[in-house]
């Protein structure tokens, strides 16, 4: 078969893929080899011909967010089932009960994605139907990271708006023999489905489940004992679809409703009912929601509804990272973390605070494109990316640690301080000037102090060479005073030691660096494993240092490199001079940390 017919064959669709992604990187040499050795029947010229997508230019333009171009979204070459552009539809569906966090935000930005490929329209619906585990608040810092995010949308909706048409719609499918009142207790019920048992209430006449039905409505003791359930088929080997709960009770305000309501629908019931009534043409879940397909298709059928496309990506998994919203909870409960924002979170608002930059978390999101390979992700990769980022154009700065310091006196140093404007960084001259105060005494860190020899030449970053003349140390070995000479001809190119320092004046700012580690000690939990085993005892540092002068300018959410210490971003900037600035250590993708 030559080659231009199996790309044309949609039966290998991952071949077509595949070949497009080496085609687009190695073109030139591709085109090269082909013709050498192949000559026309082996042209690549197939991987750019006419293909069924939107337009190239659309879907390329539209990994373009923040200012950060999203080299790999070649990824996305799959389509949609049945979309047509300018009739796109799509819905970004969160609960408002955390913080949206890096798994929400693959969902989020592949939605945007596919909207802005087929021209289509995108709403964010926040799906608000258990009040026992939502807020207000919830509602607002969703809405927040979803504008970090860049996710432009045509609507906010939610849930609760439909809860009168949801209602109608259960006491239709009431009317049909669709649906049934079941005062099972939990556990027997659980029991039951997973048997395959039919409950005694499924052949309840429409008449009595009305009265239960309005039993739930009122919430009273006889309602509160009931639920609403499908009647779907109890045999079928998909589990899912054995007579799931379409309704409980729930006695608990809503954040948005008051008491109004004492009975709520699943999550089961009302996605597949608003999804249509909202329009929606593709509605894209993570495959581990894969079994629920069939439910869901079932259920909108029963409603009366159109088919909705169900379109299934893999969820984003990270290493040594939690991301059910549950857990999560429970770090915040129990004081193990500041909140909900805390760096060591992987919320949006988390890793943000610990200096990631969002170009960096989009581009990493948009090189997995809508696979449905389900990986474990590691994130070195994400932070070597941001610093791809923050490198180039972040001042830099010197700090000192603040513990066992070591003074160098320069003994024909410059009796009188003086000063130099110099770049904050060599390369970019946006990042701006700092003035540096030059002296005879300079502190310089102590692991710097314990390596050098007496009569090394070591190279003063910024400034110059010196030879160290003498190195006083205490009966345990401590070193704590060096003395050295100016030696500024000699070659900064000959020396193995290039030292950060800082004149010793009363201009050095006071400093926190926190660097932070994993929340838990295991890559990835077994589906049996209790995460409270495996929580890390030790997951935040912080050490005290001096900054020099020019420091005291940090805004919070700045972002700077301690020289040959690493990236920070400044939490809390100066206050008052007896207040640290808060650094937080940015990772790398280098780092080793406790739990690796």
Not at 128 to 138: A, I, L, R, V
Not at 461 to 475: M, P, Q, R, S
Not at 557 to 584: H, M, N, T, W
């Amino acid at each position: 078969m030559r080659w231009e017919s199996l790309r044309k064959s949609k039966k290998y669709q991952n071949l077509v893929r595949w070949f497009n992604s080496i085609s687009a990187d190695y073109d030139a040499v591709l085109s090269e080899f082909t013709s050498t050795y192949l000559g026309k029947k082996g042209s690549t010229k197939a991987a750019s011909s006419k293909s069924k997508e939107p337009q190239s230019s659309n879907s390329r333009s539209s990994a373009v967010e923040n200012g950060v171009q999203a080299p790999e979204t070649r990824a996305f070459e799959v389509d949609l089932p049945d979309a047509e552009v300018g009739k796109v539809k799509l819905r970004f569906a969160p609960e408002p009960s955390g913080f949206l966090h890096i798994g929400h935000s693959k969902a989020a930005l592949l939605n945007q994605y596919f909207a802005n490929r087929y021209k289509g329209q995108l709403i964010v619906r926040f799906d608000d139907t258990n009040p026992d585990k939502e807020s207000s608040e919830f509602v607002d810092n969703l809405l927040k990271d979803i504008e970090t995010l860049g996710i432009k949308y045509n609507a906010v909706t939610y849930t609760s708006d439909y809860f009168p048409q949801l209602m109608e719609m259960a006491e239709k499918l009431i009317f049909e023999s669709k649906a049934y009142v079941d005062d099972t207790p939990r556990e027997k019920m659980q029991h039951e489905r997973m048997e395959g048992i039919e409950s005694k209430c499924r052949s309840n006449t429409v008449e009595e489940n009305l009265k239960l039905w309005k039993e739930m409505i009122s919430g009273s003791e006889r309602g509160l004992m009931c639920c609403l359930r499908g009647k779907l088929d109890m045999q079928d080997l998909n589990k899912s679809l054995r007579d799931p709960v379409y309704y409980r009770c729930n006695l608990t305000p809503h954040h948005r409703i008051g008491a109004k309501y004492k009975i709520y629908p699943t999550y089961d019931f009302c996605c597949p009912f608003v999804d249509a009534v909202e329009g929606i043409t593709h509605a894209l879940r993570s495959s581990e929601y894969h079994d629920r397909n069939d439910q869901y298709y079932r259920i909108q059928q029963d409603m009366g509804f159109r088919k909705v496309h169900i379109y299934e990506f893999s969820r984003l998994n990270m290493v040594y990272t939690l991301l059910s919203k549950r857990k999560l909870l429970w770090f915040v409960q129990n004081g193990k973390v500041e909140g909900w924002d805390d760096p060591r979170f992987p919320t949006v608002q988390g890793i943000v605070r610990r200096g990631l930059k969002i170009e960096a978390l989009i581009q990493f999101i948009l090189e997995q494109g809508a696979s449905k390979n389900l990986n474990l992700m590691e994130w070195d990769k994400l932070w070597a990316i941001n610093k791809k980022i923050i490198d180039p154009v972040c001042p830099r700065h010197t700090a000192i640690s603040e513990e066992r310091r070591v003074l160098l006196n320069l003994t024909d140093g410059p009796k009188d301080p003086f000063v130099r404007v110099i770049p904050k960084h060599k390369k970019y001259e946006g990042a701006g000037e700092k003035s540096v105060t030059y002296s005879n005494r300079l502190w310089i860190d102590y692991a710097d102090a314990e390596s050098i020899s007496i009569n090394e030449e070591v190279t003063l970053k910024d400034w110059g060479n010196a030879i160290v003349k003498d190195i006083k140390k205490d009966e345990n070995g401590i070193v704590t005073q060096l003395t050295g000479v100016l030696h500024l001809e000699g070659s900064v190119k000959m020396t193995k030691l290039k030292l950060t320092w800082l004149a010793d004046d009363n201009e050095l700012v006071r400093l926190m660096l926190v660097d932070f580690d994993y929340l838990i000690t295991k890559k990835k939990l077994e589906e049996d494993e209790d995460f409270v085993d495996v929580v890390n005892p030790s997951t935040r540092t912080e050490t005290s240092a001096l900054g020099e002068c020019d420091m005291r300018n940090l805004k919070r959410g700045d972002v700077i490199q301690l020289e040959r210490k690493g990236y920070y971003r400044c939490d809390a900037p100066l206050v008052r001079p007896s207040k640290p600035i808060v650094l937080f250590a940015i990772p790398d993708g280098k780092q080793q940390t406790v739990a690796k």
